[in-house]
Nanobody
């Protein structure tokens, strides 16, 4: 009902920047929140950043001050602006949304397929 497509991943040197994009499409009545998770090999998936419908944001302590999560509500898009990248940021990044797919539906969670971010030393 709701599809998420991430883009913008790639290889970047430590200290550099990268901007990820996530586009939500399909049947969407309302987006309650959109955010980003990441998972490195052998490690658990963790929340990176999230923005609610009211515009409030939360960031993982490890990325606070370096990452921001801009959004474009008109386009149903969310971004992850990643600055001062560190080798520890290397992971697959997943877009996530809690959305209401239709007026008669309750809020549901949806995941994108992920995009690889690799930070070299």
């Amino acid at each position: 009902q709701v599809q998420l497509v991430e883009s913008g991943g790639g290889l970047v040197q430590a200290g550099g920047s990268l901007r990820l994009s996530c586009a939500a499409s399909g049947s969407i009545f309302r987006i309650n929140a959109m955010g980003w998770y990441r998972q490195a090999p052998g490690k658990q998936r963790e929340l990176v950043a999230v923005i609610s419908s009211g515009g409030s944001t939360n960031y993982a302590d490890s990325v606070k001050g370096r990452f921001t999560i801009p959004r474009d509500n008109a386009k149903n898009m969310v971004y992850l602006q990643m600055n001062s990248l560190k080798r520890e940021d290397t992971a697959v990044y997943y877009c996530y949304t809690e959305s209401i797919p239709g007026i008669l539906y309750s809020a549901r969670g949806y995941w994108g397929q992920g995009t690889q971010v690799t930070v070299s030393s």
